[in-house]
T-cell receptor, first 111, second 117 residues
């Protein structure tokens, strides 16, 4: 079993929809949680960064961490075609460690 | 543009050959990470260097090696290549804090796409 599990999708939604992306993990030592967005043929870029449990909001994006359930989520409000990309969750036990990534969820937002 | 530069962007070679991938981190970043991305395995951590020293090893094969030079650029050497080594290889760098720690945010390059025929 991989330490980080993520449904690969693909997920297709109409423009304006609320998108929910999720990851589960098995390592209770993880404390740093991130979401990266990767466009086709590009490197991943950081979207959201959360330490420990709780919620964090940045514009149309909200990240949630539930450490008791070992479950993290990314919500995208008012989704746009430009949000079409692969979304990868990533986590680590310590800020000095390499990140463990999920396999990514492919999202398509249709006009 | 993340500020991380990787060369070459594309590379096609034959089984049994050896290749070298190059990475220049963002200005001021002391840590460099190498990741391999394939369709079935996702992003797999290979190795991390901090200021020229190996800091952590992930799922790196013995046929693969890396180093970080005094000017902080890094090279990933892949030898005795097999068909299964075909993948995207990413380099990332991170903001460096005191004591070799980092903020956790990795900045990725555009990747080097390796095809082994």
């Amino acid at each position: 079993q991989k330490e980080v599990e993520q449904d690969p999708g693909p997920l297709s939604v109409p423009e304006g929809a609320i998108v929910s992306l999720n990851c589960t993990y098995s390592n209770s030592a993880f404390q740093y949680f991130m979401w990266y967005r990767q466009y086709s043929r590009k490197g991943p870029e950081l979207l959201m960064y959360t330490y420990s449990s709780g919620n964090k909001e940045d514009g149309r994006f909200t990240a949630q961490v539930d450490k008791s359930s070992k479950y993290i989520s990314l919500f995208i409000r008012d989704s746009q075609p430009s949000d079409s990309a692969t979304y990868l969750c990533a986590m680590s036990p310590n800020s000095g460690y390499a990140l463990n990534f999920g396999k990514g969820t492919s999202l398509l937002v249709t006009p | 543009d993340s500020g991380v530069t990787q060369t070459p962007k594309h590379l096609i070679t034959a089984t049994g050959q050896r290749v070298t991938l190059r990475c220049s981190p963002r200005s001021g970043d002391l840590s460099v990470y190498w990741y391999q991305q394939s369709l079935d395995q996702g992003l797999q951590f290979l190795i991390q260097y901090y200021n020229g020293e190996e800091r952590a090893k992930g799922n790196i094969l013995e046929r693969f090696s890396a180093q970080q030079f005094p000017d902080l650029h890094s090279e990933l050497n892949l030898s005795s290549l097999e068909l299964g080594d075909s993948a995207l290889y990413f380099c990332a760098s991170s903001v460096s804090l005191a004591g070799g720690r980092n903020t956790g945010e990795l900045f990725f390059g555009e990747g080097s796409r390796l095809t082994v025929l």
